[in-house]
């Protein structure tokens, strides 16, 4: 291109052109260039731009679309945490969860209904009407900064147009795909014998986490805003349905379905309504999110420590279609467990295709009487893997009975089974080839060490070339090891060693998580980091101290025992350690006087929240309760307390006001 061509006016039709064909083929999906010609004319537009940085404007594609990300997404703590939801699966659950609300806080009250979006949980951050962040739920706690691809979402405005602009705005969000362009990608992925998405909530989410922001805009993800997180105190409105309708009126797509909904009928209405909709609806729904309207009547209901409890997720019943089994094949998990595949002739369950459903273990089929050739009923509930419900007995003629393999189906070795249990299990760790790689994978996975870039394809080149054997291997591979593998760019190689060396800080908690012990997740693992000031502290603890421990049972108990007891496991752990990894033990700086003492949380509070004080304990090793009890130390009490406070009183509880518990701290 000639200097002379790249006038502000050129630059500003070569823009609008641009803008043009996006909405052509992600909005209308009728696109009237190549893919190759969209290419071209994005990288004109970034030409010039280089060529004159006075041009630029906010809403440039440029700016929508930044640059490749290197070395993975950093992590961001929440400022306030990002719930779960707990779930309702029938009406009764649901009545349940209504009546105690009207029994307990309020005869009237009032809810405000949503359709539950299939899709990946995102907290928006905006400074002075600017969007500054993105980041993933996460844990709830921390969460990965997204940003750069969750500009790319074209219905998310990048500056808010209003007169009197948030000076801090945190909202709730829920990314999503539409169901054609899932469809659209798979085709694509499909004809590139590439690996598919399992369903549209897997494709968002893996979408979110593309290093590339190009590939994030092309596959045209969709948002829409469900909740405030965080405003400005003169901002703030009385009600979750007031504050969607001027979150709605300042620019943020918000879902046309919505309802505020007056009593336990106008509920079930709403939910019956949205589910005969469903089928018709562009992208996947699985139930209906329930929420008490009124703020204050909210602070008063209050929270357990994972979920909300003036909100719940009714969820829509599982989809059930009619198939043949063919075949049953046998997986390998990561701890060796073999799982039964039913594989079936492809049916087409809620828009999703399925050829393969879980069999769970050979007490679920032998429960019920599932066998090779028999026409049976799969299931699918939202994001939960297909799974048999039933058998078709009717049209049941010449079947073969399932029986477990002799020989582990990976790698020969003779399977063992668990006594007492229905666990049939491959004890060949050290050379299975599936469980050496889900358990890499698990040891990288994002709540663990959070190693980007190094997803199931690659680790399984790594195993094959025999660099790697064990996770602990991973922290010496350098760039010529790497540089030979198929698909290995100079660029890609790069970012994955840059993802290995920035995993070496990791929390004590995500640390012994990533270690893979069997039953021991991320709640467990933060209770042990709690527990121990060292890793040789855990290492070296006795069974019956373990089982001591609040949440630890006899069995995790034995099963942590059991694998700081394996030889092959302990040198795994000093190879980590020999190669730089130091684990971060801040955790134990708690405040001593809250540790490991029993706390409740009443009544609504000045300079915080009730979710925040409750943090605050947990984060000091104290342990937080939702109700009263002869075991409850301290209740921190605000105004407005109700009839905790009146129990802790006879019950002689030490009672502490807000100002008292910041004196503790």
Same mark, same amino acid.
């Given at each position: 291109?000639?200097?002379?061509?790249?006038?502000?006016?050129?630059?500003?039709?070569?823009?609008?052109?641009?803008?043009?064909?996006?909405?052509?083929?992600?909005?209308?999906?009728?696109?009237?260039?190549?893919?190759?010609?969209?290419?071209?004319?994005?990288?004109?537009?970034?030409?010039?731009?280089?060529?004159?940085?006075?041009?630029?404007?906010?809403?440039?594609?440029?700016?929508?679309?930044?640059?490749?990300? %290197?070395?993975?997404?950093?992590?961001?703590?929440?400022?306030?945490?990002?719930?779960?939801?707990?779930?309702?699966?029938?009406?009764?659950?649901?009545?349940?969860?209504?009546?105690?609300?009207?029994?307990?806080?309020?005869?009237?009250?009032?809810?405000?209904?949503?359709?539950?979006?299939?899709?990946?949980?995102?907290?928006?951050?905006?400074?002075?009407? $600017?969007?500054?962040?993105?980041?993933?739920?996460?844990?709830?706690?921390?969460?990965?900064?997204?940003?750069?691809?969750?500009?790319?979402?074209?219905?998310?405005?990048?500056?808010?147009?209003?007169?009197?602009?948030? #000076? %801090?705005?945190?909202?709730?969000?829920?990314?999503?795909? !539409?169901?054609?362009?899932?469809?659209?990608?798979?085709?694509?992925?499909?004809?590139?014998?590439?690996?598919?998405?399992?369903?549209?909530?897997?494709?968002?989410?893996?979408?979110?986490?593309?290093?590339?922001?190009?590939?994030?805009?092309?596959?045209?993800?969709?948002?829409?805003? &469900?909740?405030?997180?965080?405003?400005?105190?003169?901002? *703030?409105?009385?009600?979750?349905?007031?504050?969607?309708?001027?979150?709605?009126?300042?620019?943020?797509?918000?879902?046309?379905?919505?309802? #505020?909904?007056?009593?336990?009928?106008?509920?079930?209405?709403?939910?019956?309504?949205?589910?005969?909709?469903?089928?018709?609806?562009?992208?996947?729904?699985?139930?209906?999110?329930?929420?008490?309207?009124?703020?204050?009547?909210?602070?008063?209901?209050?929270?357990?420590?994972?979920?909300?409890?003036?909100?719940?997720?009714?969820?829509?019943?599982?989809?059930?279609?009619?198939?043949?089994?063919?075949?049953?094949?046998?997986?390998?998990?990561?701890?060796?467990?073999?799982?039964?595949?039913?594989?079936?002739?492809?049916?087409?369950?809620?828009?999703?295709?399925?050829?393969?459903?879980?069999?769970?273990?050979?007490?679920?089929?032998?429960?019920?009487?599932?066998?090779?050739?028999?026409?049976?009923?799969?299931?699918?509930?939202?994001?939960?893997?297909?799974?048999?419900?039933?058998?078709? !007995?009717? #049209?049941?003629?010449?079947?073969?009975?399932?029986?477990?393999?002799?020989?582990?189906?990976?790698?020969?070795?003779?399977?063992?089974?668990?006594?007492?249990?229905?666990?049939?299990?491959?004890?060949?760790? *050290?050379?299975?080839?599936?469980?050496?790689?889900?358990?890499?994978? &698990?040891?990288?996975?994002?709540?663990?060490?959070?190693?980007?870039?190094?997803?199931?394809?690659?680790?399984?080149?790594?195993?094959?070339?025999?660099?790697?054997?064990?996770?602990?291997?991973?922290?010496?591979?350098?760039?010529?090891?790497?540089?030979?593998?198929?698909?290995?760019?100079?660029? *890609?190689?790069?970012?994955?060693?840059? *993802?290995?060396?920035?995993? #070496?800080?990791?929390?004590?908690?995500?640390?012994?998580?990533?270690?893979?012990?069997?039953?021991?997740?991320?709640?467990?693992?933060?209770?042990?980091?709690?527990?121990?000031?060292?890793?040789?502290?855990?290492?070296?603890?006795?069974?019956?101290?373990?089982?001591?421990?609040?949440?630890?049972?006899?069995?995790?108990?034995?099963?942590?025992?059991?694998?700081?007891?394996?030889?092959?496991?302990?040198?795994?752990?000093?190879?980590?350690?020999?190669?730089?990894?130091?684990?971060?033990? !801040?955790? &134990?700086?708690?405040?001593?006087?809250?540790?490991?003492?029993?706390?409740?949380?009443?009544?609504?509070?000045?300079?915080?929240?009730?979710?925040?004080?409750?943090?605050?304990?947990?984060?000091?090793?104290?342990? $937080?309760?939702?109700?009263?009890?002869?075991?409850?130390?301290?209740?921190?009490?605000?105004?407005?307390?109700?009839?905790?406070?009146?129990?802790?009183?006879?019950?002689?509880?030490?009672?502490?006001?807000?100002?008292?518990?910041?004196?503790?701290?």
């Amino acid at each position: 291109m000639s200097q002379k061509k790249i006038t502000k006016k050129y630059y500003q039709i070569l823009k609008k052109k641009i803008q043009m064909f996006s909405k052509q083929y992600y909005t209308y999906d009728s696109p009237t260039i190549s893919d190759h010609e969209f290419d071209e004319l994005y990288k004109e537009l970034k030409f010039i731009e280089e060529e004159n940085p006075s041009f630029i404007s906010s809403d440039s594609p440029t700016q929508v679309i930044g640059s490749k990300i %290197r070395g993975g997404f950093k992590k961001v703590r929440h400022t306030k945490p990002m719930m779960s939801l707990n779930n309702a699966s029938n009406i009764d659950e649901f009545n349940s969860f209504y009546e105690k609300i009207i029994t307990e806080f309020s005869k009237k009250v009032v809810m405000y209904a949503e359709p539950k979006f299939d899709g990946l949980a995102i907290a928006l951050t905006y400074n002075n009407g $600017v969007l500054l962040s993105a980041v993933t739920r996460g844990d709830g706690n921390e969460g990965e900064d997204v940003t750069s691809n969750i500009k790319t979402i074209q219905g998310l405005p990048l500056k808010l147009l209003t007169e009197k602009t948030p #000076k %801090r705005l945190v909202v709730a969000a829920e990314v999503y795909s !539409l169901i054609t362009d899932f469809q659209r990608i798979n085709e694509t992925l499909k004809k590139s014998k590439m690996k598919k998405f399992a369903n549209p909530r897997n494709f968002a989410a893996g979408t979110v986490r593309q290093l590339d922001p190009v590939v994030a805009f092309k596959r045209n993800l969709q948002i829409y805003i &469900h909740g405030v997180i965080d405003i400005d105190s003169h901002l *703030s409105l009385p009600t979750h349905s007031e504050s969607m309708a001027y979150l709605s009126k300042i620019g943020f797509p918000t879902c046309n379905l919505n309802k #505020k909904i007056n009593d336990i009928n106008e509920a079930i209405n709403y939910f019956d309504d949205i589910s005969n909709k469903r089928v018709k609806l562009p992208y996947e729904i699985d139930g209906i999110v329930y929420k008490v309207n009124s703020y204050e009547l909210r602070d008063l209901i209050g929270y357990t420590s994972k979920a909300p409890k003036w909100s719940i997720a009714f969820k829509f019943p599982s989809q059930i279609s009619q198939t043949k089994i063919v075949d049953v094949t046998f997986q390998v998990g990561r701890t060796g467990t073999l799982t039964p595949v039913a594989e079936l002739e492809p049916l087409s369950i809620g828009g999703v295709n399925v050829t393969r459903a879980t069999l769970h273990n050979l007490d679920d089929i032998r429960k019920k009487d599932i066998r090779i050739n028999d026409y049976v009923y799969v299931k699918r509930a939202g994001d939960v893997i297909p799974e048999v419900e039933k058998v078709n !007995l009717s #049209k049941r003629e010449k079947t073969t009975e399932i029986s477990m393999p002799m020989k582990c189906p990976a790698c020969g070795e003779t399977i063992i089974k668990i006594s007492n249990q229905s666990i049939y299990k491959c004890p060949n760790e *050290s050379s299975c080839k599936p469980q050496i790689v889900q358990s890499i994978g &698990h040891f990288a996975s994002r709540k663990a060490m959070n190693i980007s870039g190094l997803g199931e394809n690659i680790i399984i080149t790594l195993v094959d070339s025999a660099l790697v054997k064990n996770y602990s291997d991973l922290y010496y591979l350098t760039y010529d090891h790497l540089i030979k593998l198929d698909r290995m760019a100079r660029t *890609s190689v790069n970012n994955l060693i840059d *993802s290995i060396n920035k995993s #070496k800080q990791p929390n004590f908690d995500k640390f012994i998580y990533s270690l893979g012990i069997r039953e021991v997740g991320l709640s467990t693992a933060r209770v042990l980091s709690q527990n121990f000031n060292t890793l040789d502290e855990l290492m070296n603890a006795k069974r019956e101290f373990l089982e001591s421990i609040k949440d630890i049972g006899p069995i995790v108990a034995d099963n942590i025992t059991n694998f700081f007891s394996m030889s092959s496991n302990v040198k795994k752990i000093k190879k980590l350690i020999s190669s730089g990894i130091e684990v971060n033990y !801040l955790e &134990h700086l708690a405040n001593k006087l809250l540790s490991n003492r029993s706390f409740v949380v009443t009544g609504s509070f000045n300079k915080i929240s009730r979710r925040e004080i409750e943090e605050i304990i947990i984060s000091n090793g104290g342990k $937080v309760s939702s109700s009263i009890s002869k075991k409850t130390e301290f209740l921190v009490c605000g105004e407005k307390p109700g009839s905790k406070l009146d129990k802790a009183k006879k019950i002689g509880t030490k009672i502490l006001t807000e100002e008292e518990f910041f004196k503790i701290l």
